[in-house]
């Protein structure tokens, strides 16, 4: 089974930054894209950025200028970047993937667990 484990979350204060870290694991074929989505208490559920394998990226418009998308093939990881940081940033950040398991495959989408961002003075 494929599986997404974030990292890098924390506590930061306004201006700061911190880079999230997303890990896939097991029977992958390809990964066609990776997205960051995060959660704020009582809001839905956003994206944030999006990579493809080719290196496109797509940013929400709240944070661009501000967080970086980037990815390791290699290593099947996708990081976030986050610079500048404000308090309307703090949410969970949870790790998605679009994933062939075989060649031919029809793709599926996984989710990680989610990892905790604060920003605060």
């Known amino acids: 089974q494929v599986q997404l484990v974030e990292s890098g979350g924390g506590l930061v204060q306004p201006g700061g930054s911190l880079r999230l870290s997303c890990a896939a694991s097991?029977?992958?074929?390809?990964?066609?894209?990776m997205t960051w989505y995060r959660q704020a208490p009582g809001k839905q559920r956003g994206l944030v950025a999006q990579i493809t394998s080719g290196g496109s990226e797509n940013y929400a418009d709240s944070v661009k200028g501000r967080f970086t998308i980037s990815r390791d093939n290699a290593k099947n990881t996708v990081y976030l970047q986050m610079n500048s940081l404000k308090p309307e940033d703090t949410a969970v950040y949870y790790c998605?993937?679009?994933?062939?398991?075989?060649?031919?495959?029809?793709?599926?989408?996984?989710w990680g667990q989610g990892t905790q961002v604060t920003v605060s003075s």
């Open positions: 097991g029977t992958i074929y390809r990964i066609n894209y």
């Open positions: 998605n993937a679009n994933i062939e398991k075989y060649d031919g495959y029809v793709s599926r989408t996984y």
